[in-house]
């Protein structure tokens, strides 16, 4: 009891203290354990990153080397995870299958749900999750497919492997194209951690119960799959592609942007804390260059689009009034589009980067001893009243 505060939304409240990432909205600047994410995206690899956030250090060659290779070493799902795939309808959203499939890693592994694993049992927890949601989220897509599933491939690094899992045939051979494993490990560092944003608050909160990793990054999924969070990258191509299908106008969506009698809003525009450009979407915008030009794609109708539709929301006052900059997902689509990743994959291709961002959370969280997480609320609702019979009822 006592006061309580109304922040809906929690624009104003800090729910925990974390010393992972640094954000700052009106710079536009985004650290993972202080290192800027201009210098990742350029230099690092996504395990690199994923081991930088979860343990707090850049690896040393040994301890990176033991990473990869316990999380190759782990890719494989078991049997009857494949067996699942069978019962699932034809048109579910990939992301239902990842969370789902997530969530049962738990019946495989029950030792998970020990709240008091220790260290070494829990490494073993992280990097089977690690390991096993990238086969699971290419599966996802081979089954919406109707193609065979693709047991992963040791000999390849981690991105080379999902692409190999996700694109490749038994009766074809597969070529691994460097600019492609290059693209996505940009993509996945650029996405690995975001401070408290509402997916990773979600795994924090779930995890502040005891529930288990596994259960908890589940409940994670679900939040990132909302169309106003990881959601709104496959929302963007549809919107370029509605846009060009429509005959190219860009300014007829930003007068419905405006339209506050429309519901429609630009998305891939506009963030909770950044108020200037979002850093990462400078670093995929470049990239959406570069690996269109080294794909030949670079005539792209959709990027044309998307230039366009950027500057004209740019210079348009209703967008400069409200600080409303592309965010991560503007140009990520774009990418991921030429990368032939289909457009229901983007927010399974979101998880995968975010994952070690969740875990991460989820481990500080619990090594901080952090208590349960019980927000209040301020009731609104009817004052006492007495019970009425329901013959009695108006
Ligand atoms: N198009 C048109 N108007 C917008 C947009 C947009 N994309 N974003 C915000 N606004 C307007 C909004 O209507 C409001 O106007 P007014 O003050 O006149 O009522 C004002 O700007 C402030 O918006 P808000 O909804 O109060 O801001 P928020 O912090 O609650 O929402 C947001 C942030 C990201 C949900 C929102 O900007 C949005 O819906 N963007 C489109 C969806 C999107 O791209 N989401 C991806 C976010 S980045 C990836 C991730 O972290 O998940």
New binding site residues.
């Given amino acids: 009891t006592g006061y309580v505060t109304l922040d809906s939304?929690y624009?104003n409240t800090g729910a925990t203290k974390s010393a992972i990432t640094f954000l700052d909205g009106e710079e536009g600047i985004l650290r993972y354990r202080g290192y800027p994410i201009e210098q990742l995206a350029e230099k690092s690899n996504f395990l690199e990153v994923a081991y930088l956030l979860i343990y707090g250090e850049l690896p040393t060659t040994e301890q990176l080397n033991a990473f990869a290779g316990t999380i190759t070493k782990h890719t494989l799902v078991h049997e009857d995870i494949r067996k699942i795939f069978d019962g699932f309808p034809s048109a579910i959203h990939p992301m239902a299958i990842l969370s789902s499939l997530t969530c049962v890693l738990t019946g495989f592994y029950p030792e998970s749900l020990d709240p008091n694993q220790s260290t070494e049992e829990l490494d073993l927890t992280i990097v089977r999750l690690m390991a096993k949601m990238s086969t699971i989220a290419a599966w996802t897509y081979k089954n919406s497919m109707g193609h065979p599933l693709n047991y992963p491939r040791n000999d390849l690094d981690y991105c080379a492997n999902f692409l190999y899992m996700m694109f490749s045939f038994p009766t074809e051979k597969y070529e691994i194209n460097p600019v492609v494993v290059s693209a996505l490990n940009k993509l996945l560092i650029l996405h690995a951690d975001?401070e408290q944003?509402?997916?990773t608050s979600t795994v924090r909160l779930v995890g502040s119960a005891n529930a288990s990793l596994y259960g908890s990054v589940s409940a994670g999924i679900n939040a990132?799959w909302g169309?106003?969070?990881?959601g709104?990258?496959q929302?963007?191509i549809e919107m370029l592609e509605a846009i060009e299908k429509d005959g190219g106008d860009t300014s007829k969506f930003i007068a419905k942007?405006?339209d506050?009698n429309d519901p429609?809003?630009?998305?891939?525009?506009?963030?909770?804390v950044y108020k200037n450009f979002?850093p990462r979407a400078k670093i995929i915008k470049v990239a959406a260059d570069e690996v269109l030009q080294a794909l030949g794609m670079q005539d792209s109708p959709l990027l044309k689009i998307a230039q366009e539709l950027e500057q004209a929301a740019l210079t348009n006052q209703?967008?400069i009034d409200?600080k409303?900059y592309p965010?991560?997902?503007?140009y990520s689509g774009i990418i991921y589009k030429a990368l032939g990743i289909p457009t229901e994959m983007f927010t399974v291709m979101?998880a995968l980067g975010r994952l070690p961002g969740w875990i991460a959370q989820w481990k500080e969280m619990r090594e901080n001893k952090e208590p349960i997480g019980r927000p209040r609320q301020i009731y609104v609702g009817a004052t006492e009243r007495d019970y009425v019979a329901i013959g009695e009822r108006a």
């Avoid at 429609?264 to 909770?272: I, P, Q, S």
């Avoid at 965010?327 to 503007?330: E, L």
């Fill in positions: 939304g624009k975001h944003n509402c997916s990132l169309p106003l969070h990881g709104a990258n929302e963007v942007a405006k506050k429609f809003r630009l998305m891939g525009f506009g963030h909770r979002d209703y967008f409200r409303l965010n991560v997902d503007f979101f």
